[in-house]
């Protein structure tokens, strides 16, 4: 199988392709190497990509229509494995055009080609940001998500609006995934878990929000990437059992499906710090601060459909995850 990866070079993005390729598929990556966070680090994942047969890779950008279709007239993918975002809550408040580049016309760029090129499943990142000010818990692809409380939030939400109408327009089969808080080896430098070893490994305080009463479910990036490559598999069909007069966000008349991939198994931040500071071997000096914008308290993973469908729901425990960031952060860094 052919298999175009998008974000190739980010966390998700160069796990997912690893595993394609450990398993036999043809990748082609495509990345942008954009600067929000430290390049080096993407250039690093990439190495070794780029070292494996069967991996090749475009540097070029998703809001970049040519560039993109250029692409699809070379390669022509089977699968399209959508990663590639402008991620990141808090850098939302302050650049929502970046988002608007990356995570809406370059998701329509995605589309576009997807449909004029046969491609049979397209699956994307979506985010558990979607839920936004819902509070039933577990949150439910089933549930209604109209009230995002971040502008990232809003721009995975309207990526599910944009791939439904291709599912219904085109009949292009699209899978959307909901990740929540994805952790783990290779991970993210603007997320808690990288801010907080490096803080704490160098003996600095660190900035604990909502005075640390929030609530995350924290997925392994191994749990994630085997729920993104068994949905990818599976073609998504139109539910037959769909109604107009009642709804169901998760599923379509079209072959359209979402899904959570998250830990189902919610904890707390001090108790997350807590694992760390086991694993380092230090502990914390915390600053407790009030919440910031656009976070919520909670978020957890209903992953009913996931196990139903796939036989398959994420099992790391917190304390090995950690522990495998850890020992990869200080082999990185050489610490």
Known sequence: MKILVTGSAGFIGFHTARALLDRGDEVVG?????PYYDVNLKRARLALLTARNRFSFVEADVADQAAVAALFAEHKPERVIHLAAQAGVR??????????????????????ACRHNNVEHLVFASSSSVYGANTKAPFSVHDNVDHPVSFYGATKKANELMAHAYAHLFGLPVTGLRFFTVYGPWGRPDMALFIFTRKILAGEPIDVFNYGNNTRDFTYIDDIVEGVVRVSDRVPSPNPNWSGAAPDPGTSPAPYRLY??????????????????????R?????????????????YADVADLEAEFGFKPVTPLADGIGGFVAWYRDYYKI
């Open 91 to 112: 850098h939302s408040l302050t650049h929502p055009r970046d988002y608007v580049r990356s995570n809406l016309d370059g998701f329509l760029n995605i589309l576009e």
């Open 283 to 299: 502990k914390a000096e915390k600053a407790l601060l009030p919440p910031q914008p656009g976070d919520v308290p909670l978020t």
């Open 260 to 281: 959570n991939i998250g830990n189902n198994n919610p904890v707390g931040v001090m108790e997350f710090i807590e694992a760390i500071e086991q694993a380092v071997g």
């Open 30 to 34: 495509l990345d942008n190497l954009n």
